[in-house]
């Protein structure tokens, strides 16, 4: 089995629909993904849709999930949560919180990359957004469509976007204690996201993550493509001292990153414990 339990759609900062991400994940020879946005469970309904409409040889599994945004002493994670109920009212009051704080958030950066001479404008930037939950990838964009970077990828740095970056500006995020109460209160799962993501900025201590795993944290994402091979050995050991499972996943984003569908995978055994935790929600299969 080829399972990828980490990938984004135009609900939140990727490029492919919630229908081309079924169709991609499909089409590369996975056979689970899970959809994974910023903060919304937006692309649900498409992505389900999509999978009822599957036609030839095979099957898909879709696992329903989202990436919450979490902050812990000044520094910034993703907290990833799987099968839970989209409807429970304490978590879903957190997600729109989050999401509602994006808009001016990502307007204030808009804001200070123009008073670094960067012509990016909001008009810009909630056009490439479209309706999906603007992010640091889609004023990224709007540094590529400028010429300012040559990819997003280059967008993430002191420079510029980065949590140290001179155009920074934080958002509400959850505390990941919190994150991981509700997300269990509403009978999900949860796995700490790409947590050795050094370039990405400051990480998360393991003695908190220690700490996390005491209170309840189901994961760690040990393979990512932002995780050299020294970091994964060194993250599944870990995982295997604090009973944590270890995931793989390729934080897919269709066009707006390089990596693709199944970079990374989780090992069947793994998936199969989370569907087993998970009282929220199961997977759902197209056939």
């Known amino acids: 089995m080829r399972i990828d339990l980490h990938t984004h759609s135009t609900a939140s900062d990727g490029t492919d629909t919630p229908t081309e991400l079924v169709r991609n994940a499909a089409g590369a020879g996975l056979d689970v993904v899970a959809l994974t946005d910023h903060d919304t469970v937006g692309g649900y309904a498409e992505a389900t849709a999509a ?71 909001w008009e810009q930037v ?48 959850l505390d990941p204690f919190d994150a991981v109460r509700l997300v269990k209160g509403a009978g999900g799962v949860t796995v700490f996201a790409h947590p050795g993501a050094h370039a990405r900025g400051e990480t998360v201590p393991e003695s908190v993550i220690a700490e996390l795993s005491a209170a309840g944290l189901d994961g760690i994402e040990v393979d990512h493509v932002d995780h050299d091979e020294a970091t994964r050995a060194r993250l599944r050991a870990f995982a295997g001292e604090n009973g944590l499972l270890a995931t793989g996943s390729s934080d897919y984003h269709g066009s707006r990153k390089s990596c693709r569908l199944g970079d990374c995978v989780t090992d069947p055994e793994v998936y199969r414990e989370i569907s087993r935790r998970a009282t929220g929600a199961q997977p759902i299969s197209a056939v």
């Open 126 to 173: 909630a056009r490439i957004a479209g309706d999906g939950s603007v992010g640091r990838p889609h004023i990224a964009a709007a540094m590529v469509e400028l010429g300012i970077v040559d990819t997003v990828s280059d967008a993430f740095t002191d420079e510029w976007l980065t949590n140290a970056g001179r155009a920074y500006v934080p958002k509400h995020e």
């Open 51 to 121: 999978l009822r409409g599957l036609t030839g040889p095979g099957s898909l599994t879709l696992v329903t999930g989202a990436e919450l945004s979490c902050r812990i002493d000044g520094i910034s994670m993703h907290m990833l949560a799987y099968l839970f109920d989209p409807a429970e009212p304490e978590l879903h009051r957190e997600r729109e919180l989050v999401r509602d704080d994006r808009v001016p958030r990502a307007q204030g950066m808009v804001g200070k990359l123009q008073e670094l001479g960067v012509p990016v404008t």
